[in-house]
């Protein structure tokens, strides 16, 4: 398994980062059996420090962790920890959704914009009823099915999920409502 870990303007020593490796193989070695790469990041934020941690795994699917505490060692093991729950939680549906698949999750590419906001915009009336795009970024769809997609949104944190459904082959998103269940748009 490749590590990547780095730190936002701070000095991430050797004994951090074998403690990192350590505890992410033993944790990960309990639940997820292909792991691929891990990425953790270390930053401040005012007083605390904070660890991102992500985990993609062979199957395609990410586990996404973070955790603020007041000492590093504090915060990556609360990532740690949280990442443990979450592999934990879904070792049953993992095996259940992946026993069958043989090759990896499918990627197809796509262009992600981000716009800017009505907000941002100085003028009562804009001058064009074209968005104005701030950012444009390359981004992958994985293939999956939607109780996959559905487990794949729920371990990486995202509030929406965009995907090409295996079984009807079309573009489908799913998404967290308001009211705390999973929307499924099948268009």
């Known amino acids: 398994m490749r590590y990547q870990i780095t730190g936002k303007q701070i000095d991430v020593g050797e004994a951090l980062q074998t403690h990192v490796r350590t505890e992410l193989e033993t944790m990960l070695g309990k639940y997820a059996g292909r792991p691929t790469d891990a990425t953790v990041i270390f930053s401040k934020s005012g007083h605390e420090f904070v660890c991102e941690t992500v985990v993609h795994l062979s199957t395609g699917l990410n586990a996404t962790a973070k955790a603020h505490a007041t000492e590093i060692y504090a915060a990556f093991d609360g990532c740690c920890e949280k990442m443990d729950k979450q592999l934990r939680r879904y070792k049953r549906r993992l095996k259940d959704h992946h026993k069958d698949r043989t090759e990896p999750v499918e990627l197809i590419g796509a262009s992600s914009y981000i716009?800017?906001?009505?907000?941002?915009?100085?003028?009562?009336?804009?001058?064009?009823?074209?968005?104005?795009?701030?950012?444009?970024?390359?981004?992958?769809?994985?293939?999956?099915?939607?109780?996959?997609?559905?487990m794949q949104m729920e371990l990486a944190g995202l509030p929406v999920l965009v995907f090409r459904n295996d079984k009807k082959d079309g573009v489908n998103v799913v998404y967290r409502r308001d009211d705390g269940n999973i929307g499924w748009i099948d268009p």
């Open 115 to 150: 716009l800017a906001s009505e907000a941002d915009t100085q003028d009562d009336e804009p001058e064009s009823l074209q968005p104005i795009i701030v950012a444009e970024m390359e981004t992958q769809i994985p293939s999956l099915t939607v109780g996959e997609a559905v």
